[in-house]
């Protein structure tokens, strides 16, 4: 039963669903779904999909994530960053507007979520460390702005394209004296008034007199009187035949069954867009449920969230969908909402299938700039450039991560950028973890400590070196460590001795044990001890397998102070006592 709970969560919370918890969670399916409405759309727009594709990706997923996810807080559907990378992957074997695209789009929320599902199940959740938070925050970021101005075109009413900055600036230049005026109106119009509902609608409802829950409640549905407004306005001035764009019509129904396309060149050329999706999709996601979690002291399985997010693309793909995952904004407003469980979820996709069925005909006259401007003060939201300048002041190498991902997701695209992201998180890595810091160890008088001799006046003693290494030894840092002893042994001809303190090693892999082999014999050669301190249970284990242990030339201390005491002042011919 442990075990089904594992992989079905809602065994673990339905048992004690109480009617407390049904309340506060139909409270917030209802705020939720009332954000949702225009949100679907507009991320729907945003992916170059139908309208109805933003509504039906928010149904079944929703409802497959409420069964496999951890996270009781989480709202899962169209997210911007990923239907940016829907648009631009899809864009790339199909033509925007045709069936081959949608269908396009249904294989690449398939893939993905055939990706997701498989890491979940191999346990592979930890691979989304592997994505430093500064190059996430450079690409969140650089596609904030990309987002944006993607979109100034459905404000101005011009026919401006591109996918990168330079292309979609230089467009919509090219195109400024086409600019329709009532598009432009409307848009413009929409655009001040949501930013004025984001700052200062609840504290001038509050000032009113309004109760703060009432106030909350309608600040989060200013979105909601946007479309509303515009929409009527179009529909009372006719407005639609005189070259505003509109959405039309949107189908009145349940998502429908669809099939994925899964003809070979069509795989081929979404496979990589579709992990690099699933990567950031889930990267967004575990972060927003973690933090939620944090605050009511949940626990959230990442392992379970990839199979859970899984699930829910999968279900998406043959809903009529494509790429979901756990958006912030959605997922604070249903956490702020009093949402207890994921049923709220589950019941927001109830909501938004009764508005897929009887309220889509409201829509038709819905202004296309009016869902651009939402999607504009959602995505700016997103836009953190001061990680610049925090960066700038902490780590250079950090900041050149973070200006390398910004400037190349807004000069070659978003497909680019996220990759550069992965690669260079991870070469990242590798550059601080190859140089490690060493530090040149002396006792602190009076004390059994020890403390690095640029640091802190210490004692040291002629012909005794002692290192601490602050970091695992692998293949990329074992060589450095080895010269830098070497060096200090060219550089000191009266040294006898070597002492490691090894604290700070939590592993040791099989060239830098090579490694360590070769300096053992280097320094005995030559009449130098080598002896470690302070090894780790593991570690030890691991080189007690082996026959390093044998072949030291010297000893290996449980404490450092032991190495201090047994081995000042000793000759090196008594080294090995």
Request: glycine share 10%; proline share 5%; aromatic share 6%.
């Amino acid at each position: 039963m442990a075990k089904l709970t594992r992989y079905l969560p809602i065994l673990d919370w339905g048992r004690s669903y109480s009617r407390s918890a049904l309340s506060n969670d139909l409270i917030a399916a209802v705020i939720v779904t009332i954000m949702l409405i225009p949100q679907s759309l507009a991320y729907a727009l945003l992916a170059g999909l139908p309208p109805e594709a933003g509504i039906y990706a928010s149904i079944v997923p929703i409802l497959l994530y409420a069964v496999f996810g951890t996270s009781r807080a989480l709202a899962v559907g169209p997210v911007a960053i990923v239907s940016l990378m829907t648009a631009a992957a899809v864009g790339q074997v199909a033509e925007q507007g045709t069936m081959g695209y949608a269908a396009a789009a249904l294989t690449l929320a398939l893939l993905s979520g055939a990706m997701l599902l498989a890491m979940g199940v191999l346990r592979l959740g930890f691979l989304a460390n592997f994505l430093s938070h500064p190059v996430i925050a450079g690409f969140i970021t650089a596609s904030g702005i990309l987002i944006a101005t993607s979109q100034v075109r459905h404000i101005l009413g011009v026919e401006a394209h591109g996918h990168t900055l330079p292309e979609i600036l230089t467009s919509l230049a090219a195109h400024l004296g086409q600019i329709h005026l009532p598009t432009a109106a409307i848009g413009l119009a929409a655009l001040a008034f949501l930013f004025w509902a984001r700052s200062r609608l609840k504290p001038t409802l509050l000032r009113l007199g309004l109760a703060p829950g009432l106030a909350g409640i309608a600040t989060k549905a200013g979105p909601v009187a946007a479309v509303a407004g515009t929409t009527a306005l179009v529909w009372a001035l006719d407005l639609g035949t005189g070259g505003v764009a509109i959405v039309g019509d949107v189908p009145q129904s349940l998502p429908p069954l669809t099939i994925p396309d899964l003809s070979p060149d069509i795989l081929q050329g979404l496979l990589v867009p579709a992990l690099l999706i699933s990567v950031i999709g889930f990267v967004e996601s575990i972060s927003v449920a973690q933090t939620l979690a944090a605050k009511n002291r949940q626990r959230i399985d990442p392992d379970q969230e990839l199979i859970g997010l899984g699930a829910a693309n999968i279900g998406a793909a043959f809903s009529g969908g494509y790429p979901v995952t756990g958006g912030f904004a959605r997922s604070v407003v249903n956490f702020d909402a009093g949402a207890e469980t994921p049923a709220a979820g589950a019941f927001t996709a109830i909501g938004l299938a009764i508005a897929a069925v009887a309220l889509t005909p409201l829509v038709y006259f819905l202004p296309k700039a009016t869902l651009a401007a939402t999607i504009i003060v959602a995505v700016l939201g997103l836009v953190d450039l001061s990680i610049l300048k925090r960066t700038w002041g902490y780590s250079r190498a950090d900041f050149a991560a973070v200006l390398a991902t910004i400037l190349l997701t807004l000069g070659a695209g978003v497909e680019a950028g996220v990759s550069a992201g992965v690669i260079l998180s991870l070469v990242l890595h590798i550059y601080k973890t190859a140089r490690p810091h060493v530090a040149v160890l002396g006792l602190v008088h009076g004390t059994q400590h020890f403390r690095n001799v640029l640091r802190h006046k210490v004692e040291t003693q002629p012909g005794l070196l002692m290192l601490r290494i602050d970091e695992s030894l692998y293949f990329a840092n074992a060589r450095f460590l080895e010269e830098m002893i070497l060096d200090h042994l060219a550089r000191d001809p009266e040294l006898r001795d070597v002492v490691l303190l090894c604290s700070a090693v939590n592993e040791i892999d099989f060239s830098a044990l090579e490694s360590l082999e070769a300096l053992n014999h280097r320094l005995t050669e030559q009449g130098v001890g080598f002896h470690l301190s302070e090894v780790k249970g593991p570690v030890l284990d691991r080189l007690g397998k082996t026959h390093f242990l044998d072949a030291l030339n010297g000893r290996v201390f449980l404490a450092h102070y032991d190495a201090w005491t047994a081995l000042r002042g000793t000759p090196g011919t008594d080294r090995a006592a």
